[in-house]
């Protein structure tokens, strides 16, 4: 007979194990790549009115942002002050991290200055974020700390097109890595559902099934045209209920190996539907990003992308 | 892979480097809970302040805070929009709809996305006054720059319930309720300021 202290135990060590085990870089590389082009296009989408949210000719001048925000914070404007040369270096860190996350160049100095321009315009104006800016925040972050380098690399690609003769007998740089990175985003991701659907489960509307049909009748956030039969009361219960069930379905569902593609595929199918009926930018385009976290690559080792002569792995295969 | 312990080493330092050994998941455990307090709302989260009161400094200082509670607990059930209009020294005047979103095309409500969150959920609201004469002088800035010589700014919010009932002929871009305006920033330009 086992006390309950010996299953506590055994959870404690399986997480431990779960952290610590290296990893195959592969999604955390996918994650790093599409994060860093849905960045570029959200600086794209940016860039024309960044001296209006930004400048201190714009909305908040230097002397009412000081006053509306309290506390220390990272970024750019702690060298520059409030000077509107921070825009032009916002601008270049954003498209410097953006490319050298998509491409796989110094990866983890682009995730950093990916993670500078974000956390900068963040912080110089808080009133124009939206939750697509908290995933590429977060996601940047803790890039900075995950190996990647070796794998989805330009890079990589281009030295092994014309150099494969050459780098016979170097060490492969893309080695099963450590975990915690992605273990990291991956509780981010369910942390964002499970908050999301516990925030939406205490409201009357999502509890009486209207809150889907009123967001769709809102003039604010509509997009595309959509079929009449789904402005019904019927249809508004059930895509209601299911957004609260699949909100808090995900975390726990994902968890399970034989259940994960059909809860992903779901959750693609459930964003693919907000991102048509919603005018909520990019949200729904920078959440897959995460989703790229929770799959596991076709072949058992990195080696397919490695360059072709060396060991590939030097550890321990992820679990 | 277990490091072996040296012989000499204490159950304290053990201890202690068992601990250090595991930082990358007390890391995770400790972002976790630090990310799950900040986001839940407090009435559901008894510990949400002692844990909030740790996390705020490192979730702030690193750009790590967030929120996910968008149309929670409840979508607005109001259609709403801002206005801006401004009168010329001449007598002619000049509106514009900052973030009347439905008359925008696909690719402009798109790429202003991020006016509708600022001018719908900050500007238009009384608690967030502070914003409203930054951004009438912007405005000046901006008209005076296009050749207009306004001395007069006002921003309207414009707003009109939505129909509880949910029908295809209720959707904003269809729907025939009226609209109801309320001028809630009014500035007189003067002659020189800015020149």
């Not at chain 1, 506590?8 to 994650?31: G, K, N, Q, Y």
């Not at chain 2, 307090?37 to 996390?55: E, G, N, Q």
Request: with cysteine; proline share 9%; charged share 15%.
């Amino acid at each position: 007979m086992t006390s309950p202290w010996a299953g506590i135990l055994r959870a404690v060590a399986a997480l431990d194990h779960w952290v610590r085990d290296p990893v195959d870089p592969r999604p955390l590389a996918w994650f790093r790549s599409w994060l860093g082009l849905l960045s570029l296009v959200n600086l794209w989408l940016l860039w024309p009115d960044m001296p209006m949210w930004l400048g201190n000719d714009g909305v908040l001048p230097a002397a009412v942002h000081r006053d509306l925000v309290g506390g220390t914070r990272i970024s750019i404007f702690m060298i520059t002050g409030y000077s509107d040369a921070a825009i032009g270096i916002i601008r270049g860190l954003g498209i410097a991290g953006g490319l050298g996350l998509w491409l796989g160049i110094f990866p983890r100095c682009a995730a950093f200055c990916a993670w500078l321009a974000v956390v900068s315009y963040s912080y110089r104006n808080m009133d124009i974020l939206h939750s697509g800016d908290n995933l590429i925040r977060i996601g940047s972050f803790f890039l900075i700390f995950a190996r990647t380098g070796g794998v989805f690399s330009l890079p990589q690609s281009v030295r092994r097109l014309f150099f494969s003769q050459t780098s016979s007998g170097r060490q492969p740089p893309d080695s099963f890595v450590p975990a915690w990175p992605q273990r990291i985003l991956q509780v981010q991701l369910c942390i964002l559902y499970l908050v999301a659907g516990i925030w939406k489960a205490t409201g009357p509307t999502w509890r009486n099934g209207t809150a889907v049909g009123m967001v769709l009748q809102l003039g604010e956030f509509q997009r595309f045209p959509i079929p009449d039969f789904l402005l019904t009361p019927v249809i508004s219960q059930v895509m209601t209920y299911g957004t609260l069930a699949f909100e808090l379905g995900f975390p726990l569902l994902v968890w399970i190996p034989s259940l994960r593609i059909p809860v992903l595929l779901a959750g693609l199918a459930f964003h693919a539907g907000l991102d048509w009926v919603m005018n909520v930018q990019l949200f729904q385009w920078l959440i897959t990003a995460y989703y790229l976290l929770w799959l596991k690559p076709a072949s058992s080792s990195p080696a397919s992308f490695a360059p072709r002569s060396g060991p590939a792995c030097s550890a321990r295969p992820a679990r | 892979m277990k490091t072996p312990l040296p012989a000499t080493v204490t159950p304290p330092a053990a201890l202690l480097q068992g601990i250090l050994r595991r930082w990358p998941t007390i890391l995770v455990v400790g972002y976790a809970v630090a990310a799950f307090s900040w986001t839940m709302p407090a009435s559901l989260f008894p510990p949400k302040p002692v844990i909030d009161r740790m996390a705020v400094g490192p979730l702030l200082l690193l750009g790590l805070w967030q929120s996910w509670d968008m149309f929670s607990p409840d979508p607005r059930t109001i259609d709403i929009c801002v206005e801006l209009r401004c009168t010329n020294r001449d007598g002619t005047g000049d509106r514009r709809m900052l973030s009347d979103m439905v008359a925008m095309g696909y690719y402009e409500r798109w790429q202003k996305d991020r006016w509708r969150k600022y001018f719908n959920d900050h500007l238009r609201l009384d608690d967030e006054h502070a914003l409203w004469q930054p951004f009438a002088e912007y405005a000046t800035r901006r008209l005076r720059e296009e050749g207009h010589d306004p001395v007069a700014i006002e921003l309207v919010r414009w707003w009109r319930p939505c129909d509880p009932a949910i029908r295809p002929d209720l959707r904003a871009d269809v729907r025939q309720t009226p609209w109801q305006n309320h001028v809630f920033h009014r500035w007189g330009v003067p002659r020189e300021w800015g020149r």
